[in-house]
C-alpha cells in the first residue's frame, strides 16, 4: 500500500526508556511475511494505567485489560499485542484465547498473569489463532531489547501505512524525564477510542491512580478529538506504563503533563495523517460556543460529515456545508452569530458570506494539505478542537474491500 | 446524470386532488433549460400543516413558513418552491428574498400573502436571485392545472436522478378519499427531515391541528428513519395541503392515517434509492431493544456507518463492522444477546458467528439489490426500522465536485 501523503518523512528516533525492552516477530496471525506481534517487558516498580473503547461490544483482550487494572500493583508486567486479528465478537473462546496468551506469557517470563496485557487489532469475528502466538513467546522473551520499539510499532500496524511514534524529553528540577510512544490507527476512527492501540512508556515516578487520572484527561482532548469516519472500534486502548527509573516523581509535574500531552497529541495527528484515502488534515477549532463540550460537539459534527469532508477533498470551498454541520451538531448555534475563517480568511459572518471574501481566495486556500476550518459561534467561551482528514476515493477502495 | 439504478421503472400516474392545480416553469434560477420552480394552489377550505428540519442555521424560507402556520386557517393559499438555490446563510437578504416572492404571488393570485408557503433547495449561502422567479409568477399562475403535479415534481429536482411520487386511494365509510404526493432529495439526507422537500396533497376534510399532530407523528417513523449520509439540510420541508373537497372527516380515520403512512414510507424510500451513488438499498431491522427510541439508535449507528455501508457497496459480508456499529452507538446491548441476520440468514448469535453460517451464503445474499440487515438486541421489546444506501465511489465523485 502506498505511503500516506500526510506522512511524516521517516518514523522518528525514538529514546530508549529505562526499564522497558521490546521485541516483536512474524506469527503469521493473518498477514505472511511481516512482524504481526510484539511484546514489552516493563520492570518491577512500573505503573500501568490504561484507557479503552466504551464500545458496548468490546473485544475481550480490552474486558481482560480493564479487569486488571486499578489495583495499584508495580510488579513486573507485560504487553503483548498482535496485529490482524482483533478477537473480537468470539464469544467465549475470545476469553480462552486471552487465557491462554496470558498464562504463557507469565510462565515464559516469569511473572503474574495478572500482569500481562495483551490487545488484538484486525478482522472482527474470527476466532483468533493463538497457537501462533503462544508458540513465538519464547523466541520474543529471548529477543527483548531497549532499542526494539520502533520494531515494535511495526508490528501493531493493520490497514496503518506508516508506522507511528512520538517522544518527549522533560527537564523536571534539573532533573529529565523521558516519555516515548507509538500507535496504531487509520480508519475506524473516531472518539471513544477510535481503533487505536497506543502504548506509551516512561520514566516517570508516578502511581498508577494519578497515571490514570492523568491520561484519562490528556485523552479527552487528544485521541478523543480526531475523527476518520466516525465509526468507533471494539479493540481500542491505550496503556501507559511509567518505570520509575528515573527517580523522578512527576504526580503533580505540570512540565510532565504538558510533555505527555504533546506526545499523546503528535500520535494522535499521526493516527488523522494515515486516516484511510487521506489527502488533507483538517483541523477544526470551534471557539464561542456556549460550553466547551458543545464546542467539541459542533467540531465533531463538522468533521464527520461526509458533504463536508468530500468537499475538501475536491478542493471546493464550500462553507455553505460548514454552515449545515454546524447547524445539524444540535448545539447551541445562532446563524447571525456565526462566524467562518479558513486559516486567516474571513468567509462568513452575520449570518452571510463576508464582503471581503472571494471564492478565488477560498479556492486557493483549500489546494493545502493542512485545512484550517475556524468557526466562532458568537455564543460564549466555549472552544475545542478537533482533527480529522478529507473523504475520497481512497477510502472506499479501502473499506470496499478490506476483508475479503 | 444516470439515473439511480435503484429507480422506479417509471413516474407514477398520480392521481388528480380535488381543489389543487399545479405548474412549473424554467426561471433560470441557476440550471439552464430545466423547470425549476413549481407552483401549487390550494384551493379556499384547505388546512395546511408542515414538518421542518431543526437545524439551527435553518433557511429563511423554512422560518417563514415555520411562522405562517398554525393559525388553523383554511383560506385558498399557495406554494411555491425553487430548486438550484437554498436561500439559506444569506443573512437578511433572504428573508427580503422571502418577503418578494409571497408578496408577488398574493398580489397575482389574489390572496393573502400570510397563506404563500415557499420553498428554496440548492446552494446554500448564495444570494436567491428572486427577480427571475418574481417574473415568472404571471405565466405560472396562468398555467395552472390540476393535472400538473409531475411536471411540478420534476422542477423541484436538484441532484435528483429521478422524479419522485406516490399515491394512494382509501376507501372510508363507502367513500373515497385520494392522496397524492411528491418529494425530491438524494443528498444531505438524514433524520429531522434531510435535505427533502415533500408536497403531499389530499381531498381529505381535517383541520390544520389534527394534521399537524397526525403529520408530525408519522414523519418520526418514515422521513426521520431514513438517512444517506448523515447530513442534515438547512431547508427540509415536508408539508400536506388537505382541501376538504371529498367532504370525507378523517380526523379519527385509521384508514386515512395508514394510507397516509404508505404514501410518506413510499415517497421516504425513493430519496433513499436516489441516494447520491447509491448501488443497494438497505433495511436495518432492529428488534429487542430496550426502547424504541433505543433501536432507532442502533439502526442509525448501523445505517450511517461508513464501515458497514462500505462493506455493502463491496458485497462483503462483513457482518463484524455490524457488530462495531451496534457497540458504539450507545445504547444498551449485550455482546452476548445479539443476534445478527442477513434476511433469513443467521449469521451470528451468543456473541460469535453462527455455526450454521457459511461466508458463501453471506456473498451470495450481499449480490442483492436490496439488503435486509436485521439486528435483534435480545434485551427488551423496543423495535424500529431504518432505511439507508451503500456508500460508494459514486457519492464521492458527485460531492467532491457539486459547487463548482
Known sequence: ???????????????VI?????????????????PDVMLAELAAGTSVAGVFTRSATRSA??????????????????????????????GSAGEQSVEAICTTVANVMGLDAARVFTAS??????????DRIIAKVENLNDA?????????????????????????????DGQTVTIAGIAKGSGMIAPDMATMLVYIFTDALIA?????????TLTETTFNCITVDSDTSTSDSLMIAATGKSGVDVTESAGFTKALREVMLDLAHQVVRDGEGATKFVEVRVTGAATDAEARTVGLSVANSPLVKTAIAGEDPNWGRIVMAVGKSGAQADRDKLAIRFGDILVAENGWVAESYTEEAGATYMKNDTIVINVDLGI?????????????????????DYRS
Chains 1, 2 share one sequence.
Not at 1 to 15: E, G, H, I, R, T
Not at 146 to 170: L, N, W
Not at 208 to 216: I, K, M, R, S, Y
Not at 380 to 400: E, F, R
Request: charged share 20%; aromatic share 6%; with cysteine.
Open 1 to 15: 500500500m502506498k505511503v500516506s501523503p500526510l506522512a511524516p518523512a521517516a518514523f522518528p528516533d525514538l529514546p
Open 18 to 34: 529505562d526499564g522497558v525492552r521490546f521485541a516483536a516477530t512474524a506469527a503469521g496471525v493473518r498477514y505472511k511475511d511481516r
Open 61 to 90: 483482550p480490552v474486558l481482560d485489560c480493564q479487569a486488571k487494572l486499578g489495583t495499584g500493583s508495580t510488579d513486573r508486567a507485560a504487553i503483548l499485542v498482535n496485529s490482524g486479528n482483533s478477537n473480537a465478537f468470539t
Open 121 to 130: 487489532t484486525g478482522v472482527i469475528g474470527e476466532r483468533l489463532p493463538h
Open 144 to 172: 527483548l531489547t531497549d532499542t526494539g520499539i520502533a520494531d515494535a510499532a511495526r508490528a501493531i500496524m493493520t490497514t496503518d501505512t506508516f508506522a507511528k511514534g512520538a517522544s518527549a524529553k522533560v527537564d523536571i
Open 208 to 216: 498508577e491512580a494519578p497515571l490514570q487520572a492523568l491520561v484519562g
Open 380 to 400: 460564549a467561551g466555549g472552544l475545542g478542537t478537533v482533527w480529522t482528514c478529507d473523504l475520497t476515493h481512497g477510502y472506499i477502495t479501502i473499506n470496499a
